[in-house]
């Protein structure tokens, strides 16, 4: 995908390769064109008529039927980002408020949202020049869309809040003093545009998906090295079994383990044992489960980065102005609770891997260190591995069986779909560590099976962590070396997911 945000479709891939790229955005002439024939409809509508729309010259929730005269409905829509403007908790990190810009320009190219074209130039000059808005976490109900973070992300339009500019926090009245820029002044609709839609939902989905998908190759290559070094089988992954089990992610998860192991000598030594635990033995059912669950999410996902889900909707041409429901976020909040328990499986049973690997068991010494007893080696980081395990089961259980009206009840269902987001990016944070820890440990089980080596992929992406984090001959400060795995399992370029 290229910097422009027009492409009609555009795949997660592209969002994320356009984001993480650091690439500027730019506005071709279509979407400029767009924006500026809805506006102009829009704004000869409300000249012409005097008819109550929903946002425009109404209030807004159960206030819908407060008329407002026109001379006041730019002030209408400056009251409803600073009223709204409510958020709580900890600050969202600044690179999901920089996705949430991203989508909101690109929703709002579309053309049907009826905003002025400087209201878009000037998002995208928020993104392309570093300028990120303070918002907190908490205060959106995923229904109206993210009616109070959205609201932090446009006050700086209009000279208000805080954001960060060149690595430090300043007003955003500090922020135009700086550049000799002046704030927008919002005209009719502009404020709910901003406010309504989908935006830190999908932020969120969108960050997690593509960490997700990585976390995903690297868990698949990981489990593949411990089944290895656990003096693993592998005739549970041989083709004829998962032919006659056509589940899509279970066959390619095999596939690539497969793959992986040939070459390998430890795999092709004489084995004492008929059968393996269920986490070497079944990874490709669980892990190809969850892959299968995250390409499910994609498509939710990727559906909404092609949509306007602000309200009401304009439609210049068909001559309409409908108020709707596209800011609701039961699709995402449904997607955020499924991606976070497909993830946290992986945790679930990357963690009982490094049990089984520390436990002494096929002819691994304990903890895998030379000297037990004076050295207790890596007993203690899988109670980390554990702890984290558990906590993403409790993260896991879903944020969109839960809804509490609001609005005086004209907001009466509502998708939780932000706290689903918190909770899966957290899962997200946790399962890096998890494998990190896992990596640790087969790293470490590797050296004692010398002189057999594995196969020449596994060796590599092995040697090029041991590089990093070397074999452990004594005690020392393992939290510095889960830190130096959790790098390398984030930065590695063997788990990159869009190869």
């Given amino acids: 995908m290229n910097n422009s945000l027009t492409q009609p479709e555009a795949t997660l891939k592209d969002i994320c390769s356009l984001f993480f790229s650091g690439k500027p955005l730019a506005l071709d002439s279509e979407a400029r064109e767009r924006i500026i024939h809805c506006r102009e409809y829009l704004d000869k509508k409300i000249a012409a008529s005097s008819d109550p729309v929903y946002g425009i010259n109404t209030g807004f929730g159960s206030l819908y039927d407060q008329h407002i005269s026109k001379e006041n409905l730019g002030q209408l829509q400056e009251n409803l980002v600073k009223s709204h403007a409510c958020g709580a908790g900890d600050e969202v990190p600044q690179e999901i408020v920089r996705l949430m810009i991203l989508l909101k320009i690109r929703s709002l190219c579309y053309g049907n949202s009826g905003v002025q074209l400087a209201i878009v130039e000037r998002l995208i000059e928020f993104y392309n020049e570093g300028v990120t808005p303070v918002v907190f976490e908490m205060g959106s109900l995923g229904a109206s869309g993210d009616l109070a973070p959205l609201a932090h992300v ?100 095999a596939a690539q383990i497969l793959a992986l192991l040939e070459g390998s000598k430890m795999i092709t030594a004489p084995k004492t044992h008929v059968q393996d635990p269920y986490s070497f033995r079944c990874v490709p059912q669980v892990h190809g489960a969850s892959m299968d669950a995250l390409d499910f999410v994609k498509e939710t ?9 602000d309200n009401p909707n304009v439609f210049p041409d068909e001559d309409l102005i409908i108020s709707a429901g596209n800011f609701h976020g039961q699709p995402l909040a449904l997607g955020l609770d499924f991606l976070a328990i497909a993830l946290s499986e992986l945790g679930s049973i990357s963690e009982r891997r490094t049990y089984l690997l520390i436990s002494g068991a096929r002819n691994l010494p304990r903890y895998l260190v030379a000297n037990p007893g004076i050295n207790s080696g890596l007993m203690i980081p899988q109670f980390t591995a554990a702890a984290m395990a558990s906590q993403n089961k409790q993260l896991s259980v879903p944020a969109s069986t ?59 992406m092995a040697g090029n962590f041991k590089a990093l984090v070397p074999f452990m001959e004594e005690d020392r400060v393992l939290h510095d070396d889960i830190r130096k795995a959790e790098e390398f399992v984030k930065t590695e370029s063997t788990f990159e997911a869009f190869k």
Wanted: hydrophobic share 40%.
């Fill in 402 to 460: 839960d809804s509490i009206p609001s609005s005086n009840g004209q907001e009466d269902h509502v998708s939780m779909g932000a706290n689903a987001a918190l909770k899966a990016r957290r899962v997200v944070l946790n399962l890096y560590s998890i494998l990190a820890i896992e990596l640790l440990t087969a790293s470490q089980a590797l050296e004692f099976r010398r002189p057999l080596r594995s196969s020449k992929a596994l060796e590599e």
């Fill in 154 to 253: 446009a006050l700086p339009i209009i000279g208000l809040g805080s954001v960060y500019y060149k690595g430090e926090k300043i007003t955003a009245q500090a922020y135009y003093q700086k550049t000799g820029k002046s704030p927008l002044v919002f005209q009719a609709k502009e404020g709910l545009a901003l406010l309504n839609g989908t935006q830190m939902m999908g932020a969120y989905g969108v960050w997690c998906l593509y960490h997700g998908y990585r976390i995903l190759k690297a868990a698949n290559i990981i489990s593949t090295l411990s089944l290895d070094v656990f003096d693993g089988r592998k005739e549970p992954f041989q083709p004829e079994v998962h032919k006659i089990r056509p589940q899509k992610g279970q066959s390619a998860v």
């Fill in 301 to 309: 996902f990727t559906a909404e980065i092609n949509s306007v889900t």
